[in-house]
């Protein structure tokens, strides 16, 4: 037994030994740890980590110039994630830190000093601002941009004024992250001022990430028309200048432009593309195929593969906690989205207790992070609305009723609250939350406030979008159905659901899933009406939706693995441009939950 032992053991390396070795004795090593090569030095770091030496590893890490070595080592770049959330995590306010030192040498920079030194502190501006901005403290890593850009400006050189460009397309990046959508607009419009001056001195700029980025800006504000147009031309743009960062970020940000758009086989084509591109060039552990996978399970979710867009955002979400342990921004993201889809998934069941944990998770995790009137929070708490105003419904107990009632309630006022500070009365997301509202009082039986929130979704909608856009159907049904189970206001109801069939069925064809609430209401309504010539004409509509229904789910199989194949950015590119705008939307219908 004892030779069986023997056998199995296995000596560790030298080298191990040499780093256990600096850590089990680091208060006499630390000095001579700081001139050991910077892949080596981080050993030492990350086996403190490990050990839970926090208060070694925190004292060496607060220190600027031994971060900017770390920094260095960037094929370990998800071991310091764990390292410094493990930091934030112990009460450490590192990245506080860090940015506060960053701003004080740039600070102390000026044009008299070596150009050199200028230089190498504007390349660590972009590492540690890059850092802080994947690693989801975002204020920080905007305070950190912000001092580089101010080093950049001091030099009126084209290399300088790129330097300048790229810190406008980062800090652009962390305000649309942080939705501090008007400072990213100024940003924007600077940005285009250095474009200007680059062009004028004959420097050929790729705008590749600038476009993108603010085609992010444009969809977060709902101006979707505008956001594809620069999502389009971001893609005309990628080129082999391009780093797989920027070409990956410029396929996700135009696949969900074009989901919201219903053009589906361009989005798919692109984000599948975008999902097999991320996990080829930065692996299946990384943070950018995480970012990839949400989008994915977004696109999944809007076509009705609901089951397969649950998979997808659980493994995003793993992948997430996986490289940043629980308590940070992009887990809570990856938590909220799950919530919303597991609340869809389950609508039919009415087990919603998996989806409410997930949505408590992002609300606790963003609370404890950014500021209790984060817009962050306006979706977060409008997705536990949701599920526990379903909650409320099915427990068929008044007292636990009427108290879920109440505090979705709260919910659904703090997000519409949050969305108008931000966007304003006349926006989209505000409409959305006041038809959440308005289902909501129709659910406690505050009819006239249900119909008043109705209207005003409608009225926002329409001014916006138009009169046959998908978001004004979802609208007009939800009102219809108001008229038809608790107004008893039947031809009201009637023309309503006609309308917000007739939208659907020109957006998206005969087999757009959000028929079925506007059929089913009108064969309630037939019914109430004794209207039975009616009521069998939808009873047959209705059997020849669900037949066409399950045809489609069986035609459109989408796969949740994909194999490397020949396709090129160039080859997806090209096939993305010669299809015609909203030639797909026939196929499928995006997914129409109550709460949408």
């Given amino acids: 037994m004892a030779t069986a032992s023997l056998l199995q053991w296995v ?12 850590v089990s004795a680091f208060t006499l090593y630390r000095a001579e740890v700081k ?49 410094f959330q493990a930091l934030m995590d112990s009460g450490l306010k590192l990245s506080t830190l860090l940015a506060d030192s960053y ?75 942080n939705c ?47 956001a594809y147009k620069f999502s389009c ?44 591109y991320a996990r080829d060039h930065f692996g299946a552990k990384h943070q950018k195929y995480s970012d990839a996978l949400l989008d994915y399970g977004f696109f999944l979710l809007n076509i009705d593969s609901i089951c397969q867009s649950v998979k997808v955002y659980q493994t995003a979400l793993d992948i997430r906690i996986a490289v940043f342990g629980g308590t940070n921004l992009h887990v809570a993201i990856a938590h909220e989205d799950l919530a919303y ?85 006349n926006n989209v997301q505000t409409a959305k939350h006041y038809g959440n509202l308005g289902r909501l009082y129709q659910s406690m039986h505050k009819f006239t406030e249900a119909e008043e929130m109705h209207l005003k979704a409608i009225a926002i909608k329409e001014r916006l979008l138009g009169v046959d856009d998908y978001e004004v159907a979802l609208s007009v049904g939800h009102l219809a159905s108001l008229y038809n189970y608790d107004m008893n206001k039947y031809d009201e ?21 959000g028929l079925e609430y506007d059929y089913r209401g009108l064969l309630r309504l037939y019914h109430a009406k004794d209207n039975t010539q009616k009521a069998a004409q939808y009873t047959t509509i209705l059997h020849e939706w669900n037949l066409l229904r399950d045809r489609i789910h069986v035609e459109y199989d989408v796969p949740l693995q994909f194999t490397s194949d020949s396709s090129s950015w160039q080859q997806v590119i090209r096939q993305f441009f010669s299809i015609p705008d909203r030639s797909d939307s026939s196929s499928s219908g995006p997914v129409t939950s109550p709460g949408m």
């Avoid at 600027?64 to 070595?69: K, L, P, Q, S, T």
């Avoid at 100024?186 to 285009?192: D, E, M, N, R, V």
């Fill in 35 to 83: 001139t050991l090569p910077e892949s080596v030095q981080f050993d030492v770091y990350y086996k403190l980590y490990n050990k839970g030496q926090l208060t070694e590893l925190g004292a060496e890490l607060c220190d600027i110039n031994v971060f900017a070595r770390v920094l260095k080592v960037n094929d370990k770049r998800n071991l310091l994630h764990h390292c």
């Fill in 341 to 425: 889809c597991a609340y869809v998934h389950e609508y039919s069941s009415g087990k919603f207790q998996d989806a409410k944990n997930h949505a408590e998770m992002a609300i606790d995790i963003i609370t404890h992070i950014l500021p209790q009137d984060h817009l962050l929070l306006a979706s977060s708490k409008r997705v536990k609305a949701l599920i526990l105003e379903e909650i409320a419904i099915d427990s068929h107990h008044s007292e636990t009723e009427a108290r879920l009632l109440e505090e979705a309630q709260e919910l659904h006022l703090s997000s519409l609250m949050l969305a108008m500070r931000a966007f304003g009365e």
């Fill in 493 to 513: 109801a009637e023309q309503l659901y006609l309308r917000s069939i007739a939208i659907g069925r020109k957006l998206f064809g005969e087999g757009y899933s």
């Fill in 103 to 177: 701003s004080q040498i740039a600070a102390s920079m000026s044009v008299e000093l070596p150009t050199d030194d200028c230089d190498r502190l504007i390349l660590l501006g972009f590492s540690l601002g890059g850092f802080l901005t994947d690693a989801g403290w975002l204020f920080d890593a905007e305070k950190v941009l912000l001092a580089c850009f101010q080093i950049c400006q001091m030099f009126e050189t084209v290399p300088h004024q790129m330097q300048c460009l790229e810190c406008c397309i980062r800090l652009m990046h962390v305000r649309n992250a």
């Fill in 233 to 276: 031309e971001s893609l005309r743009q990628v080129n082999y200048t391009l780093s797989p960062r920027a070409v990956l970020d410029a396929f996700r940000q135009a696949s969900k432009v074009c989901v919201v758009r219903r053009e589906f086989k361009k989005a798919e084509l692109l984000i599948q593309f975008a999902v097999q």
């Fill in 11 to 22: 000596p560790d390396t030298l080298y191990n030994l040499s780093v256990s070795t600096a």
């Fill in 180 to 226: 501090l959508y008007d400072d990213a607009q100024q940003t924007w419009l600077q940005s285009l001022r250095y474009v200007d001056w680059l062009e004028q001195h004959a420097v050929t700029v790729n705008k590749a990430s600038l476009y993108a980025e603010y085609s992010t800006l444009l969809f977060a504000r709902s101006q979707y028309e505008e």
